[in-house]
């Protein structure tokens, strides 16, 4: 049974091996599919011809068959009631012996093999024995042709399958046969039923050699009709199937590849609307890398130009800002502002020359084995004073155990001031959450506000570089519009992920995700970006009347954070 059952399973699994390779083969090739398809359809139609042809060649043949059976067996049938006629027969013996004369000779006398049968009508006397070729007759006539037979005039017949004897006395195979049944008078006897058995064998042959020659026929007719799709869709498929190799090389870069184009038919149209559009393409592409760059450097070599007159504007903006005082108000709130928006311009020039590093490939990662709390830690005291001031709770949840990442301290620490901020922003004075999570293979940080929130669109383009999401709301920390951006390549180059999460009145969350060694690509994160659905937690009330040296004593259960 073991052996069965293991014979079993590889013949099932082999079974499932080849349907599930024939499945690809017809959803992946179109020449597969139009081959099969006309196969098919040539099959059904071969098969509907075939069996038309053969019903008519059958239906032919056997009523040409039966006819001339007909005509003979009443001719002999004629014959022998004449010579019944014409005995002299005086004695049941004479009788006999002509009845058995008359069967030989009906036997030898038809155009093709033939078997005869004579015996007593029902309700005769047991004169005389009956009379046949062949002592397998009676089996064959069914009563209802005897009784057929028996009761009408003329003749009757009936379809029949015979087993005939060959040379040497060896039965042959079952063929169709015909036999007829008619009676006649013999003197002395009285009525008598003759009955004639005609083979169909020399009929069946015919008809058997014109099937398989149909089939033979029809075979080569598949293969031709095969050979000839394939062929067909090979012409039409080919330079499909190369133009998409091609279109897959330009997509890969390789802008230069081009179709094989020859002869002047509608393929080689295609081929040469194909390389036109490749071209236009390459040379669009072309000049949309050349405008690249040159924005790049455009953007590098201003960044670049601006700082010296940057430095002397500034000298003379500290000497301004340093004597603000015997100003009068207005010129003193004026001097003011220009010192602000000089450091403003620039953070905004730091930025633009990091952007520009970016995308010119000049961007170095400089890693290290560093535990990742103290980067969080680092960035929450940082923004600490931003939260008092907009009177934002900050909550920052730490693991117990080391979280050690190959990292560049520098940028993640970039990156989570910017997250801190750009929350602290959006929290209309709710609670800020920051979580750090590690497992096997990565470590990620959360931040996680409960304010304005935000829509999926504008989560999606959050990253982009000078994108607002209202453009009407003051820029209250005096950002530069690139600090998300910056952020999205800091993490790209650490080989991870920088994702955004918003709902319009339920707050944003922010989800960076590291590998924590290099090499690692990341499948998950240790965080989820989406929170649970739950209320935001309404920050303690003294936190905005009391100063932070002031603050009560946490609970108990909140001896795991670390509160900014």
Same mark, same amino acid.
């Given at each position: 049974?073991?052996?069965?059952?293991?014979?079993?399973?590889?013949? $099932?699994?082999?079974?499932?091996?080849?349907?599930?390779?024939?499945?690809?083969?017809? $959803?992946?090739?179109?020449?597969? $599919?139009? &081959? +099969? %398809?006309?196969?098919? =359809?040539?099959?059904?139609?071969?098969?509907? &011809?075939?069996?038309?042809? +053969?019903?008519?060649?059958?239906?032919?043949?056997?009523?040409?068959?039966?006819?001339? &059976?007909?005509?003979?067996?009443?001719? !002999?049938?004629?014959?022998?009631? *004449?010579?019944?006629?014409?005995?002299?027969? %005086?004695?049941?013996?004479?009788?006999?012996?002509?009845?058995?004369?008359?069967?030989r000779a009906l036997r030898s006398g038809g155009s093709g093999d033939r078997e005869v049968l004579l015996t007593r009508a029902p309700g005769q006397a047991t004169l005389v024995n009956s009379a046949m070729s062949n002592p397998g007759l009676f089996e064959l006539v069914s009563d209802d042709l005897r009784r057929a037979t028996a009761e009408g005039s003329g003749q009757r017949w009936q379809s029949v399958e015979w087993v005939g004897s060959g040379a040497y006395g060896v039965d042959q195979r079952p063929a169709p046969a015909v036999m007829v049944g008619q009676t006649v008078s013999v003197p002395i006897a009285g009525t008598f039923e003759l009955y004639f058995l005609y083979s169909l064998q020399a009929e069946q042959e015919r008809l058997d050699f014109l099937q398989r020659t149909l089939?033979?026929?029809?075979?080569?007719?598949?293969?031709?009709?095969?050979?000839? +799709?394939?062929? &067909?869709?090979?012409?039409?498929?080919?330079?499909?199937?190369?133009?998409?190799?091609?279109?897959e090389r330009i997509a890969d870069g390789h802008l230069d590849d081009r179709m094989p184009v020859r002869g002047v038919d509608e393929l080689a149209t295609l081929g040469r609307s194909f390389n036109e559009m490749?071209?236009?393409?390459? *040379?669009?592409?072309?000049?949309?890398?050349?405008?690249?760059?040159?924005?790049? $450097?455009?953007?590098?070599?201003?960044?670049?130009?601006?700082?010296? /007159?940057? +430095?002397?504007?500034?000298?003379?903006?500290?000497?301004l800002h340093g004597a603000r005082d015997d100003f009068e108000p207005s010129i003193k709130r004026s001097a003011e502002l220009l010192q602000t928006q000089l450091d403003r311009f620039e953070d905004l020039l730091a930025d633009l020359l990091e952007i520009s590093r970016f995308d010119a490939g000049a961007a170095i990662l400089d890693a290290e084995d560093r535990d990742v709390r103290e980067v969080v830690g680092a960035a929450a005291d940082h923004a600490f004073p931003l939260a008092e001031h907009r009177g934002v709770w900050l909550s920052v949840h730490l693991p117990d155990t080391r979280c050690a990442a190959d990292i560049d301290p520098r940028r993640v620490e970039r990156i989570l001031r910017n997250l801190l901020d750009n929350a602290i922003e959006h929290a209309d004075g709710s609670i800020v959450d920051v979580t750090l999570a590690a497992d096997a293979t990565a470590i990620a940080v959360t931040v996680r506000d409960h304010g304005v929130g935000m829509t999926q669109e504008a989560a999606a383009r959050v990253f982009d570089r000078f994108w607002r999401?209202? @453009?009407?709301?003051?820029?209250?920390? #005096?950002?530069?519009?690139?600090?998300?951006?910056?952020?999205?390549?800091?993490?790209?180059?650490?080989?991870?992920?920088?994702? !955004?999460? #918003?709902? /319009?009145?339920? #707050?944003?969350?922010?989800?960076? %995700?590291? @590998?924590?060694?290099?090499? =690692?690509?990341?499948?998950?994160?240790?965080?989820?970006?989406?929170?649970?659905?739950?209320p935001a937690p309404p920050a303690p009330a003294q936190y905005r009347f009391l100063d932070p040296a002031a603050l009560p004593e946490l609970d108990d259960e909140l001896d795991h954070q670390e509160v900014r």
């Amino acid at each position: 049974m073991g052996h069965v059952r293991r014979a079993w399973r590889l013949t $099932r699994s082999r079974a499932i091996s080849t349907g599930r390779a024939l499945s690809l083969a017809w $959803r992946s090739s179109l020449q597969v $599919r139009v &081959v +099969t %398809t006309t196969l098919a =359809i040539g099959l059904v139609a071969l098969a509907l &011809v075939g069996s038309t042809l +053969t019903q008519q060649m059958r239906d032919g043949l056997f009523t040409e068959r039966v006819d001339l &059976v007909l005509d003979e067996s009443a001719r !002999a049938t004629l014959q022998a009631q *004449e010579t019944f006629d014409a005995s002299m027969a %005086t004695s049941i013996t004479e009788v006999q012996q002509q009845l058995n004369d008359v069967v030989r000779a009906l036997r030898s006398g038809g155009s093709g093999d033939r078997e005869v049968l004579l015996t007593r009508a029902p309700g005769q006397a047991t004169l005389v024995n009956s009379a046949m070729s062949n002592p397998g007759l009676f089996e064959l006539v069914s009563d209802d042709l005897r009784r057929a037979t028996a009761e009408g005039s003329g003749q009757r017949w009936q379809s029949v399958e015979w087993v005939g004897s060959g040379a040497y006395g060896v039965d042959q195979r079952p063929a169709p046969a015909v036999m007829v049944g008619q009676t006649v008078s013999v003197p002395i006897a009285g009525t008598f039923e003759l009955y004639f058995l005609y083979s169909l064998q020399a009929e069946q042959e015919r008809l058997d050699f014109l099937q398989r020659t149909l089939a033979i026929g029809a075979a080569a007719l598949v293969v031709l009709l095969g050979t000839m +799709t394939w062929m &067909v869709t090979r012409q039409v498929v080919r330079p499909v199937r190369a133009a998409a190799k091609i279109a897959e090389r330009i997509a890969d870069g390789h802008l230069d590849d081009r179709m094989p184009v020859r002869g002047v038919d509608e393929l080689a149209t295609l081929g040469r609307s194909f390389n036109e559009m490749a071209h236009s393409l390459q *040379e669009q592409i072309s000049r949309m890398e050349e405008l690249s760059t040159l924005q790049r $450097r455009f953007v590098s070599d201003v960044s670049h130009e601006l700082r010296t /007159p940057l +430095t002397t504007i500034r000298m003379a903006g500290e000497v301004l800002h340093g004597a603000r005082d015997d100003f009068e108000p207005s010129i003193k709130r004026s001097a003011e502002l220009l010192q602000t928006q000089l450091d403003r311009f620039e953070d905004l020039l730091a930025d633009l020359l990091e952007i520009s590093r970016f995308d010119a490939g000049a961007a170095i990662l400089d890693a290290e084995d560093r535990d990742v709390r103290e980067v969080v830690g680092a960035a929450a005291d940082h923004a600490f004073p931003l939260a008092e001031h907009r009177g934002v709770w900050l909550s920052v949840h730490l693991p117990d155990t080391r979280c050690a990442a190959d990292i560049d301290p520098r940028r993640v620490e970039r990156i989570l001031r910017n997250l801190l901020d750009n929350a602290i922003e959006h929290a209309d004075g709710s609670i800020v959450d920051v979580t750090l999570a590690a497992d096997a293979t990565a470590i990620a940080v959360t931040v996680r506000d409960h304010g304005v929130g935000m829509t999926q669109e504008a989560a999606a383009r959050v990253f982009d570089r000078f994108w607002r999401a209202d @453009p009407a709301r003051a820029r209250t920390t #005096g950002g530069t519009g690139l600090g998300l951006a910056i952020s999205l390549e800091d993490a790209h180059l650490h080989g991870g992920w920088l994702e !955004a999460w #918003g709902k /319009p009145g339920a #707050g944003a969350c922010f989800r960076l %995700t590291l @590998p924590r060694r290099a090499g =690692i690509r990341l499948q998950g994160s240790p965080l989820p970006l989406v929170p649970a659905e739950e209320p935001a937690p309404p920050a303690p009330a003294q936190y905005r009347f009391l100063d932070p040296a002031a603050l009560p004593e946490l609970d108990d259960e909140l001896d795991h954070q670390e509160v900014r």
